[in-house]
């Protein structure tokens, strides 16, 4: 059964960092892109950026909200995906998703249950 | 940037078949995805590809596309389809993932 399983969320004040893990289990994570995606409250669902697979040299692309600030890793080795976000600001809260891409064009077959990250003061 | 535009809300009575509609320029021209929320919950993908159901998917959910609007059918609509949708392309030009606003669907 695939499993995404998020986890680091909690309290943090503005423009310090947090660093979100992801971990993968029933699937093989290197055959798979992976990306982050967040809701604020009541809000629609907001990408938040990507990461290719190994073969592609891991290659990255985030919004424009948050470039610059935040950063995709894997370790392919330990079925882990990261998402470090510094500098934070209080519009960054919202509940954070792992999702799993399908080769061919960009979506998400799965996701995980998300980690809620609210920045306040 | 490009950007999708969903209704914010539609209502449809129990039985009876709802569109979600999905505006975009040349969407036509892109992969358009369909993903459902129920409160709560994290996003489910109903359709892929325009057109492409998931295999646990009732078949009620379908979709369709035309040159600046995709479509997301659901017939004989029940209670437990109540929940928001999201379309969603990749923007090539941009290489960046856009999703609509999202449409709340109600079950009356």
């Known amino acids: 059964e695939v499993q995404l399983v998020e986890s680091g969320g909690g309290l943090v004040q503005p423009g310090r960092s947090l660093r979100l893990s992801c971990t993968a289990s029933?699937?093989?994570?290197?055959?798979?892109?992976m990306a982050w995606v967040r809701q604020a409250p009541g809000k629609g669902l907001e990408w938040v950026g990507c990461i290719r697979r190994t073969v592609y040299d891991e290659t990255t692309e985030y919004a424009a909200s948050v470039k610059g600030r935040f950063s995709i890793s894997r370790d392919d080795s330990k079925d882990i995906v990261y998402l470090q976000m510094s500098s934070l600001k209080t519009e960054d809260t919202a509940v954070y998703y792992c999702?799993?891409?399908?080769?061919?064009?960009?979506?998400?077959?799965?996701w995980g249950r998300g980690a809620l990250v609210t920045v306040s003061s | 940037s490009y950007v999708l535009t969903q209704p914010p809300s539609v209502s449809v009575a129990p039985g009876k078949t709802a569109t979600v509609t999905c505006g975009g320029t040349r969407i036509g021209r892109k992969s358009v995805h369909w993903y459902q929320q129920k409160p709560g919950q994290a996003p489910v993908l109903v359709i892929s590809?325009?057109?492409d159901r998931p295999s646990r998917i009732p078949e009620r959910f379908s979709g369709s596309k035309s040159e600046n609007t995709a479509t997301l059918t659901i017939s004989s609509v029940e209670a437990g389809d109540e929940a928001d949708y999201y379309c969603q392309v990749w923007d090539t030009s941009s290489d960046h993932l856009v999703f609509g606003g999202g449409t709340k669907l109600t079950v009356l």
């Open positions: 590809y325009d057109t």
């Open positions: 999702a799993r891409a399908p080769s061919g064009d960009w979506h998400f077959d799965y």
């Open positions: 029933g699937f093989t994570l290197g055959d798979y892109a």
